[in-house]
């Protein structure tokens, strides 16, 4: 329903602008492409002006050397809808993206491509706050849970490999390495939030391997581990 007000609030701009004696792009005529705005003695699109492409396409903004360049508000065929600044034609530099499903990107951009810091709200409410790279989260961020679980680390393609910290909405944190897309396999801590800590190997979320467990009431297991189990016969202990 937003995205359909905001449609037709284009829609109305630019039939304003028709009622003013609109100016086709010379070079565009036969595809039906329509220009309003300032312009140069010499023809050149230059300043503030509106521009509706044959299929669809709107920017209202700053123009430059014929073509769009500057900031101003671009909306797309597919109802996306950016605002900030543009380089002949692409978004580049800082702006904010708007999708109709209802994620919203508000960061840098690089020749159209989302690249560099950024934060990306997603439709269902989390959000990720810190790098991408060609339009995908990469590098170090922080992603917010709307349950309120946190993770803050790496990175690659979108998903939590690399080192990082995961914090629980319950108080637990696990600290270490991460595989695929945010599993515990390595090195890594775990603490929990009634006090007990294990630092050790990790095997697809599981403590397994090498490592030492410290209770709150003093307790200490050193050695190896199966599945958050201590492998010792007339031992168990629970965190």
């Not at 509106?50 to 014929?66: M, P, Q, R, T």
């Not at 390495?177 to 945010?182: A, E, K, L, S, T």
């Not at 403590?207 to 050695?223: C, D, M, P, R, S």
Request: hydrophobic fraction near 35%; proline fraction near 2%.
């Amino acid at each position: 329903m937003l995205q359909m007000k905001r449609l037709f609030g284009w829609m109305l701009a630019v039939a304003l602008c028709f009622l003013v004696t609109p100016v086709a792009f010379a070079e565009e005529t036969k595809r039906g492409d329509v220009y309003f705005g300032d312009r140069l003695e010499d023809g050149t699109i230059k300043g503030e002006g509106l521009a509706a492409w044959a299929n669809g396409e709107i920017y209202v903004g700053e123009f430059k050397d014929s073509a769009v360049n500057g900031k101003g508000t671009y909306l797309y065929v597919d109802d996306v809808v950016y605002t900030g600044e543009m380089e002949n034609g692409k978004r580049n530099g800082k702006g904010t993206l708007i999708w109709p499903s209802g994620h919203v990107y508000a960061g840098e951009f690089v020749q159209g491509i989302i690249e560099g810091k950024g934060t990306f709200k997603l439709d269902n409410g989390n959000v990720y706050i810190g790098d991408f790279a060609q339009g995908q989260m990469t590098g170090k961020g922080t992603y917010i849970w709307t349950n309120g679980n946190i993770y803050e680390g790496d990175f690659i393609g979108g998903a939590r490999i690399g080192k990082g910290r995961f914090v629980w909405m319950n108080g637990d944190m696990y600290e270490g390495d991460f595989v695929g897309d945010g599993e515990r396999t390595g090195k890594g801590t775990y603490a929990w939030a009634n006090g007990n800590m294990y630092e050790g190997d990790f095997l697809v979320n599981q403590i397994t391997g090498k490592g030492k467990l410290t209770l709150t009431n003093g307790a200490v297991y050193e050695g190896d581990f199966v599945g958050g189990v201590f492998q010792d016969p007339n031992v168990t202990p629970v965190p």
